[in-house]
């Protein structure tokens, strides 16, 4: 497969295809490893990679995946927003999973630019002011990190950026409506090689709905989860993400059927719940990590809990005014019980919290 440049820009420098290709390019970070070994293995046109899964809905595994399905889930975003031939791609995930390679894929089917920097929380604080970006692809928390950054104005500069990993909050989500660049969520995961279906977040036609990409076929199980079918895939995907269909092509996420908290007899979805807990931590002036979970309870069978991340001043987070807000956000079943503070949370190697390990935690040291 022919590529349109002869070098890829990362970390500030040009570094010539041909010396990674050779095996001459001295990589400076982890990153560089990883990125210069992928490239190095696609423009040899090898057939297969082995991927690693993140583990944030179960234990880490390695799948296969096969280089023409990887291409025709680039041909996939490339045709969903247009992208074109020149373009400049900034790849900043990590190129050891499935985000940050297709990513490098996306560029090398479209003839997109790459120009790629170590992962952080903010990478346009990274990039030359001048330097104009057409894709690229975050994860929440640096979306957060930079719109709460002074290099938030240069996010208009960014003609499409896609966002993945894990739901904005409702606080971002209404930050992006000021820009007039285009921001998009994705639905995927490692099994599916990246997004299945893009949510528009802003623009002219932002959307509370997932929309399945071209070629998608997707419907519900008996538990109401989402079953994908796709060209380039080898079978169904029965997945365990709880969602309400609208269309037959689309579908509003709610959240995972292994969180499910059973309080009382009632069945209680935890990301719901964590919706309207985004707007009661604001409005209480608390600015912390955080996520809905659940503890074995006598009368209750699991009582909800909210975790809190952070060590500093915890004797000042206002718990009776949490829990007054929640009265006034939730139904009786899901305020929480609980308020507990963690240290630190358990996080996935892309950067997710491992909600199954930080529980783990909590249940250790209790």
């Known amino acids: 497969m022919s590529y349109l440049y002869p070098s890829i820009t990362i970390n500030g420098r040009e570094v010539s295809l041909y010396d990674i290709i050779h095996q001459a390019a001295a990589a400076n970070s982890e990153f560089e490893a990883s990125t210069f070994n992928f490239i190095r293995r696609w423009l040899r046109n090898e057939s297969t990679f082995e991927i690693h899964t993140s583990g944030s809905t179960g234990t880490p595994k390695k799948i296969v ?38 990513m490098l894929v996306r560029c090398f089917t479209t003839g997109m630019r790459i120009m790629a ?14 330097v104009h970006i ?16 002074p290099q938030a104005n240069r996010l208009n500069a960014v003609r499409y950026s896609i966002i993945g990993g894990a739901p904005l909050n409702r606080e ?8 007039s660049c285009r921001f998009f969520a ?22 509370p709905v997932f ?14 989860c989402l079953v994908i079918e796709a060209p380039h895939l080898p079978e169904r995907i029965v997945t365990n993400d709880l969602v309400e269909m609208k269309e037959k092509d689309s579908f509003v996420w709610l959240g995972r059927w292994d969180n499910i908290i059973n309080s009382g007899g009632v069945k209680i979805i935890p990301e719901k719940v964590e919706q309207a807990a985004g707007e009661v931590l604001s409005k209480c002036g608390v600015n912390r990590s955080f996520f809905i979970a659940a503890k074995p309870d006598s009368k209750l069978g699991q009582k909800i809990i909210l975790l809190l991340e952070g060590k500093d001043d915890v004797e000042s987070i206002p718990r009776e005014l949490i829990y007054k807000e929640f009265k006034q956000a939730v139904s009786a079943y899901e305020i929480p019980r609980d308020i507990i503070v963690v240290e630190q949370f358990a996080y996935t190697n892309t950067g997710k919290i491992d909600r199954r390990k930080t529980i783990e935690m909590i249940t250790n040291r209790s």
């Open 134 to 149: 057409d894709f690229t692809a975050w994860v929440p928390y640096q979306v957060y990190e930079i719109l709460a950054s």
């Open 117 to 130: 920097i170590d992962p952080n929380a903010n990478p346009l604080a990274s990039i030359p002011a001048d």
């Open 172 to 179: 971002a989500i209404q930050a992006l409506q000021q820009y």
């Open 186 to 207: 994705t639905y995927g995961m490692t099994e599916t090689i990246s997004h299945i279906a893009l949510q528009s977040l802003n623009g002219n036609a932002p959307s």
């Open 65 to 102: 995946i096969t280089r023409s399905q990887m291409v025709v889930s680039a041909r996939m975003t490339e045709h969903a927003l247009k992208l074109q031939a020149g373009y400049t791609a900034l790849v900043c995930l990590n190129t050891q999973y499935i985000a940050g390679q297709m």
């Open 211 to 224: 929309q399945a990409l071209p070629g998608i076929s997707i419907y519900t199980d008996a538990r109401g």
